[in-house]
């Protein structure tokens, strides 16, 4: 997973040249003098400065802002390897991962308690890794506890890029929403990603396209961390379209009530599609795990029958004075989301911004959306700005 290389085209300086001037004056002023004309020694002036410009005072402490990166997919997912590689290329944070050792989708504001969450560390070009067994919300909580990571805090919480937009009130389900809200209940600035995937014509490629037309406002939201004027209260969440590279450009968006159907299927078995396929290539085991199954739903059957006449004994008498006997009833169901489309929607909201190709994004607060007002809108507008201007600078 090796991270691409950065732009190697020259960027404008954006110090003023006084200051820079004046820096320069101060780095020529502590640069040793040739021994021949201080009469020093090769030790006294081959050893710098502890703590001097570019000298690495402690290797954990980051010179960079660091972020923290997680993703509702895992930790092995295409889009979370997506945005490392480009924050990577970027070179203006350090990166650290804390992700889930598999795919949590829809887990909410999921939390693992009283059972032990295993972290392991894990090699990541780039980045300080860690996998964690439990969800995105334990992911950024333990990261952010300090138990994982040397820094007090990151600058920065990002969660994706997501499999599917986060829009509406899916926002509810999402475990990449909570898990970015999970940051902000700790007072750090957040941003949620995401691409709408589309299934049999979207490829992993898109999740590189994705994080690269993101870049631009991450580094702008770093740019404005760093000087205080980020905007507080609320997460970002960002919607990236289909083709990522025909974009038409960000757009400041409200959440909509859009919300996918759950239809429920009843089946006959609790049993998974996968192992019933499993079964099926391996007959001799089959036969065995079959008889085993029988014989475990014999001793069961026999317990619970064992069960149900110690609980008619103790639980109530019917009104003749025998026995009441209840039957106990089980089915198995399984949901899938169904996709609805909606008509006549508003321009300015998250879903329909996206089918018109554009990159939503929704500014959420803990609650959901809040009044983002002139802040939000003026706050996109000048960081898409600036960065336009600093693209068209080096053309």
């Known amino acids: 997973m090796a991270a691409s290389s950065g732009d190697d085209a020259p960027r404008p300086n954006p110090l003023p040249s006084a ?6 004056s ?10 021949e004309e201080a009469g020093a020694t090769a030790d006294e002036t081959s050893a710098p400065e502890a703590g001097s410009l570019g000298a690495p005072v402690d290797d954990e402490a980051p010179a960079k802002p660091a972020v923290l990166l997680t993703c509702a997919g895992g930790l092995r997912s295409a889009g979370l390897a997506a945005l490392v590689d480009a924050l990577v290329a970027g070179g203006r944070c350090d990166v ?30 780039g980045a300080k890794a860690f996998e964690i ?6 992911c950024i909580s333990l990261a952010l506890s300090g138990r994982l990571f040397s820094w007090s805090a990151p600058a920065l919480v990002i969660s994706g890029i997501n499999t599917g ?25 957040s941003i949620a990603v995401s691409l709408n995937w589309k299934k049999d014509e979207s490829k992993d490629r898109d999740f590189k396209a994705a994080a690269e037309v ?13 000087k205080g004027t980020f905007l507080r209260g609320c997460l970002l969440n960002i919607a990236v379209p289909s083709s990522p590279t025909a974009n038409k450009g960000f757009k400041l968006t409200k959440q909509s009530v859009h919300f996918p159907a759950q239809s429920w299927q009843g089946v006959s078995t609790s049993r998974s599609a996968p192992a019933t396929h499993f079964m099926g290539m391996h007959q001799s085991l089959g036969i065995q795990l079959a008889q085993l199954g ?31 006997v209840r039957e106990i009833v089980k089915k198995f169901f399984r949901a ?3 996709e609805m489309r909606h008509e006549g929607l508003d321009e300015d909201i998250d879903l329909r911004a996206l089918e018109n190709g554009f990159i939503s994004v929704t500014p959420l607060n803990v609650h959901g959306q809040p009044e983002t007002g002139a802040a939000a809108s003026d706050w996109l507008s000048v960081a898409v700005g600036l960065n336009k201007a600093k693209e068209d600078s080096q053309v």
């Not at 200051?19 to 320069?24: A, D, K, M, R, T």
């Not at 986060?166 to 750090?188: K, P, Q, T, W």
């Open 165 to 189: 937009p986060n829009c509406g009130y899916e926002m509810f389900h999402s475990s990449a929403i909570a898990a970015a809200r999970e940051a902000l209940l700790y007072d750090v600035p």
């Open 26 to 35: 101060v780095l020529a002023a502590r640069r040793p003098q040739p021994a």
């Open 336 to 338: 899938e989301l169904i």
């Open 294 to 324: 029988k014989d475990a739903s014999a001793a069961g059957a026999a317990r619970r029958s064992n069960a149900q006449r110690k609980a008619v004994e103790v639980e109530s008498v019917a009104a003749t004075g025998k026995p009441e």
């Open 133 to 138: 067994s439990g969800t995105p919300v334990d």
């Open 96 to 125: 650290y991962v804390c992700a889930p050792e598999s795919d949590k989708p829809a887990c909410g504001h999921s939390i693992t308690i009283r059972e032990t969450v295993a972290a392991t560390s894990v090699d990541f070009t």
């Open 19 to 24: 200051l820079v001037s004046n820096l320069h």
């Open 214 to 226: 993101c870049l631009p406002l991450i580094h702008a939201a770093l740019e404005d961390i760093e």
